[in-house]
């Protein structure tokens, strides 16, 4: 894991600090927007390759950012897959914005066996380097393989509002 640093002496090159530092935020601004955008896996944004693109594209040839293909290859080399518990995670999280204890059923897998029941079984796809698995095809591009199986499960649980 690389931890970086960022660390500045505002005023000692030939700009003032104020100038400075009003460059500095504007660009770690306009980074940090490039960043969230990169990594959103809930919306799309126009000339920007990102985890929404790849999910929408199941089976799909996906031009990514750099910074985006770099890091699904980190996370394949460490063998991390739960990148591929998305559907739970989008569903898990609705339990935060509940209101009060009664709402909590429709997402608790502790309370709903047939919400347990739907984790276990998108828990067992995404262990399964033949049910779901990025392939990565150089040059940026990417291909989220789906195994047919997966896709129709996926199909029939939306259907049935489950995401």
């Avoid at 000339?47 to 394949?76: C, F, K, M, W």
């Avoid at 935060?96 to 429709?106: A, G, I, L, N, Y």
């Amino acid at each position: 894991m690389k931890i970086l640093f960022f660390l500045y002496e505002l005023g000692a090159g030939e700009m003032s600090a104020v100038s400075e530092n009003k460059l500095i935020k504007n660009l770690y601004t306009e980074l940090a927007v490039n960043a969230y955008e990169i990594f959103d896996a809930d919306y799309t944004y126009a000339d920007t390759g990102n985890v929404r693109s790849i999910n929408q594209s199941p089976n799909e040839t996906v031009t990514v950012e750099h910074a985006l293909y770099e890091a699904l290859e980190l996370i394949q080399e460490c063998g991390d897959r739960s990148i591929y518990l998305g559907p739970v995670y989008q569903l898990y999280g609705s339990l935060f914005f509940c209101e009060d204890d009664s709402q909590t059923v429709d997402y608790d897998p502790y309370q709903n066996s047939e919400i347990a029941a739907y984790y276990a079984e998108i828990a067992a796809y995404a262990g399964d380097k033949d049910s779901v698995e990025i392939k990565f095809l150089g040059d940026d591009q990417v291909c989220l393989f789906v195994s047919e199986e997966y896709l129709a499960f996926a199909e029939e649980k939306r259907n049935h509002g489950f995401y």
